[in-house]
């Protein structure tokens, strides 16, 4: 499988890039991409993580308050710590 780049700007980032690091200039680009895409997975975990915070915020709002502070392993288990 082959790419062809022909943006002028990418091949000489690509070469500085190489002559800093002495990897090659497909060993250099395979670990910029590389990197680059973690930190995209990583941006994408926090997102859908705060997206989470947020809807569990806003059903606990809605919850009555007898539930909302009651204490989940009372609810949940009896005095023995066994499952209700």
Known sequence: MGMSIKNPETHRLASELSDLTGE????TVTESLRERLE???GEQRRS????????GRDVASRLPDDIREADPDKML?????WPR
């Open 24 to 27: 090659s200039p497909t060993g």
């Open 39 to 41: 930190r995209m997975r």
């Open 48 to 55: 859908i993580a705060a997206a989470l915070l947020l809807i």
């Open 77 to 81: 288990y009896d005095e023995n710590g």
